[in-house]
């Protein structure tokens, strides 16, 4: 991995490129696409691996196509970080800590968390790239829409989930913690990222481009999405 | 996962809906597509584990993107075996074990075994792919024809594991002789396999229908393969 100094180089020559009027990739779209592709691929990775914990051979290549999805949508945002003449590699850079910090604090301890893990993170995920992508320039934001409009992979997890709770209702007050548990860690890994890269905090925080407000406000609105999907699964937010 | 009486219900339904003249799955067709499933679902999950083992990110990319492709593989197959009428996790049962030992008894101890093991089971799955593609019916031939069109991911390791190797010598030799292990437990678990399902032995030795002629002059061939693929790497065969 290279140090920040050729990273600093490369948004130079991508700030550089940038045609009039249009918001330059040192503003924090760079960081956006670069916490966005490390955290797909990074997806791609732990989707596998919960996969794993899988019983039955049908729902192991049901995860599996979701991590497939994950590694699809990670080659778009790295071949777009591409043309806009930057360096995936050191564009994600920043980011590995934050990512993998998150993960190293759920790994999932059976299938059944996995599967909420997928479903929830993914949800929140999309949520997250669908609200940013009002800040980005045309072909990026196209880019954050196709990504999104192959998501839907997650809907057999809605099935396994209300099955076992209806076999075990105990199950639903352990996967509803679980939940919680997540998004407290995501949120908290969020506000880590955020505080550490100013460029990318701006981008989220600017009143005059979108409807955000601040990333408080941001983090309020996921929740509320979030909540529907917990009602979707059968477990209290 | 079914027993074999499903199984067996499943090969009739799909004996019956075939047309006259062409060969009917239950003569090892359908065993021949359940191990490529299997071994495509596996691959993707064990090149995705080996890919956690690179230091560079660029390098977990790019086994990332083997395992990728390998899934998308798995799909093609999956979808012919449900065109004959099979259920493909029936389909693939039978194979789990083998498949499963093979890849227990060779787990690599490092990146560059990582690596080596994906080109030369890449490679020697390719080989057994082309040679069975003759016994198939022609779209399930169309189908092999396109899932190898598809390979060539693995150029990156040839000049990875040459770099190793010129970098320190003494690699050439270890990794030699994994790859004779690799070969070695394959084709044993191969042997293992044919030996189980008679009407894939049959159809692999059927004289009158192809070039085979048995199965041990089929592992001649593969070998002779294998050894050209050695020397793309610097290694010894």
Do not use: C
């Not at 918001?23 to 490390?38: F, H, K, M, Q, S």
């Not at 691996?49 to 039955?56: G, K, T």
């Not at 890269?197 to 509320?224: K, W």
């Amino acid at each position: 991995m290279a140090g920040p100094g050729l990273y600093a180089a490369h948004v130079t020559e991508a700030a550089q490129a940038r045609e009039p009027g249009r918001r330059a990739p040192e503003d924090g779209v760079l960081d956006l696409l670069g916490i966005v592709a490390y955290a797909q691929l990074t997806a791609f990775f732990r989707l596998t691996d919960d996969a794993a914990l899988a019983v039955e051979l049908a729902d192991k290549a049901a995860l599996a196509e979701m991590a497939a999805a994950e590694f699809g949508h990670f080659q778009l945002v790295r071949r777009r970080i591409e043309e806009l003449h930057a360096d995936p590699w050191q564009v994600m850079a920043p980011f590995v800590a934050a990512v993998d910090a998150f993960h190293a604090r759920t790994a999932p301890a059976d299938w059944l968390e996995g599967l909420v893990k997928a479903y929830v993170g993914d949800g929140i995920a999309a949520d997250f790239y669908r609200t940013v992508a009002t800040l980005l320039d045309a072909p990026t934001q196209a880019l954050v829409l196709e990504v999104l409009a192959d998501t839907g992979h997650a809907e057999f997890v809605i099935e396994r989930v209300r099955a076992a709770i209806a076999a075990d209702p105990k199950v639903a007050g352990r996967l509803a913690l679980w939940a919680r548990r997540l998004v407290g860690e995501a949120f908290g890994q969020a506000q880590r990222v955020a505080a550490e890269r100013e460029p990318l905090a701006r981008l989220l925080a600017d009143d005059s481009r979108n409807q955000l407000g601040d990333i408080g406000r941001m983090f309020a609105r996921l929740t509320d999405a979030h909540a529907a999907r917990m009602a979707a699964l059968g477990l209290s937010p």
